[in-house]
């Protein structure tokens, strides 16, 4: 049983690159440990993070993101218990995005896998647009 959970937060004013270095490479060796895999977006003033992993694992990570004072504001998006990992080849890199792409990941319906198209043929779901962000 791996559990999965996606959250957004609110960077720290003035948060800088060396900062958000220290974040990554902090949030990788944790992971890495535990066994956690993900995918984290950056837009300049807010963070959409995705971790999964063994329960024990992505506890220890979500008590460790929570602790810190990097970000406020954290709202979970989805949170999951599942059987298979979904991204079994993510690391946990950092993606600087424009903030228009995590407007769209914030509004979009989390949660399921299926591939849900708009009327264009473009994927809807959270889930897809990180696959898309992130390939
Ligand atoms: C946006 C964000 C994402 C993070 N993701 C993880 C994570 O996936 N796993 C983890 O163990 N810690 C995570 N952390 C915690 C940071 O790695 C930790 O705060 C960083 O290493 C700084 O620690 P320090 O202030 O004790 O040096 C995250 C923190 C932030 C702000």
Not at 46 to 66: C, M, N, S, T
Request: with cysteine.
């Amino acid at each position: 049983m791996l559990r999965a959970i996606a959250y957004r937060s609110v960077a720290a004013p003035s948060i800088e690159s060396t900062r958000l270095d220290h974040i990554v490479r902090g949030a990788q060796r944790f992971n890495r440990l535990a066994g956690v895999t993900g995918a984290m977006l950056f837009d300049g003033a807010r963070f959409l993070q995705y971790i999964e992993g063994p329960v024990d694992g992505v506890e220890g990570a979500i008590g460790r993101i929570k602790a810190s004072n990097d970000h406020t504001r954290l709202e979970v998006l989805e949170e999951s218990v599942i059987q298979t990992r979904r991204f079994p080849a993510w690391d946990m890199s950092c993606l600087t995005q424009p903030n228009t792409v995590l407007d769209h990941l914030f509004v979009a319906p989390w949660g399921s896998l299926d591939v849900s198209l708009d009327h264009v043929g473009n994927p809807i779901g959270g889930l897809q647009l990180l696959r898309h962000v992130m390939a």
